[in-house]
């Protein structure tokens, strides 16, 4: 298992990249908590909030449940996240 951590400041990669996806869709963190637990995976709001924070390790699966729910591959969520 990969778990995607920028060292030089000790916060996750995808945590702005998260953030600017939800937003456009129009969802709250709930919101994308939901509908996430709807397709059968364990994200509550706070699991979203310190994900967009960048204080929660994120996992490689996670990394592809949210690429697969955005609609993005995983490349594209793990690049250009500054």
Avoid: C
């Amino acid at each position: 298992m990969k778990i995607y951590w920028n060292k030089e400041d000790s916060k996750n990669i995808i945590g702005k990249k998260i953030k600017k996806l939800r937003k456009e869709a129009g969802l709250t963190q709930k919101q994308l908590a939901e509908k996430l637990q709807l397709l059968g995976h364990e994200f509550s709001d706070l699991t979203i909030l310190r994900i967009e924070q960048g204080t929660r390790f994120v996992p490689d699966y996670e990394v592809v449940i949210l690429a697969n729910y955005f609609g993005i591959t995983t490349d594209a969520l793990l690049k250009d996240n500054k």
